[in-house]
């Protein structure tokens, strides 16, 4: 069993947020159908592509679909088969470090100096910490053979 290919969309103009969308949905597809996939996760994707190639209407609602099961995609392959794509992980630790790291270092900061504007030196350090963290577990998926080879943009 193999991925289904998307219907081509001539009614997508280039260079729009719904084309790039739909580019970028498409490169995920590809990357996948280079890995060797269980027959329940096929489905699973196959059964997205067909409800995105029966939409008929372009623009906005296709963008929005097409995101949506991009991510219902994404969550699946990573809860499965722990495939992540790139700089998934700096995405998730970066905005954990703000608020999990940052915020506390901020308000100890601010506590100590008897200053609370001193609460925002924190960010940039759990900013930092966070996307180091993110880093180094994208390299440690790419040196597993975990990573996909297509960096997600909403």
Not at 50 to 72: A, C, R, Y
Not at 121 to 137: E, K, R, T
Request: charged content about 25%; aromatic content about 6%.
């Amino acid at each position: 069993m193999e991925i289904n290919k998307l219907n081509p969309r001539p009614d997508l103009m280039e260079n729009t947020r719904e084309s790039k969308a739909y580019l970028q949905f498409e490169k995920l597809l590809s990357e996948l159908s280079k890995r060797n996939l269980p027959d329940e996760v096929l489905a699973s994707i196959n059964k997205e592509i067909e409800e995105i190639n029966s939409i008929s209407v372009s623009g906005s609602i296709l963008m929005k679909e097409v995101k949506k099961k991009q991510t219902g995609i994404l969550k699946l392959v990573e809860k499965d088969l722990k495939l992540v794509p790139k700089a998934h992980y700096r995405n998730m630790w970066l905005a954990g470090g703000l608020s999990a790291i940052g915020l506390p270092i901020g308000v100890t900061f601010g506590l100590a100096l008897g200053n609370m504007a001193f609460l925002g030196l924190g960010l940039p350090i759990g900013l930092a910490i966070g996307s180091a963290v993110g880093a180094g577990m994208d390299k440690k998926a790419f040196e597993e053979g975990r990573q996909l080879d297509v960096e997600i943009k909403y």
